[in-house]
Nanobody, 127 residues
Framework: QVRLVESGGGLVKAGGSLRLSCTLSGITDDRHAMAWFRQAPGKEREFVAGISWNRARSDYNDSVKGRFTISRANHDNLISFLQMNSLIIEDTAVYFC???????????????????WGQGTQVTVFS
């Protein structure tokens, strides 16, 4: 059974840092792009960052460039990390991890209909 589990959310003061983790297990072929999305109250879900299976490519939403870093470890399970620094109030949202099979190993993109999604973890930034 495929499972995608996030952890690491919480409450943080503006200017602080948090690191989110996401573990994908139960897959038979580990060539999966992994990405983070977020959804703030009353807003659409938006892409935050994505990383290719081979770790050669990463993409970021302009609003987080220079502050967030996505990384991953490809071992028995696939693990993605989102290091969030210099957090601002506008970063408050539920953060979702997603993973999608990519046979090339180079994609950073996720199309929601074919992806695995986690349950989400709340990040709240206060002033």
């Amino acid at each position: 059974q495929v499972r995608l589990v996030e952890s690491g959310g919480g409450l943080v003061k503006a200017g602080g840092s948090l690191r989110l983790s996401c573990t994908l297990s139960g897959i038979t072929d580990d060539r999966h792009a992994m990405a983070w999305f977020r959804q703030a109250p009353g807003k659409e879900r938006e892409f935050v960052a994505g990383i290719s299976w081979n770790r050669a490519r990463s993409d970021y939403n302009d609003s987080v460039k220079g502050r967030f870093t996505i990384s991953r470890a490809n071992h028995d399970n696939l693990i993605s990390f989102l290091q969030m620094n210099s957090l601002i109030i506008e970063d408050t949202a539920v953060y979702f991890c997603a993973a999608q099979y990519d046979r090339t190993g180079w994609s950073t993109q996720i199309s929601s209909e074919d992806a695995y999604w986690g349950q989400g973890t709340q990040v709240t930034v206060f002033s």
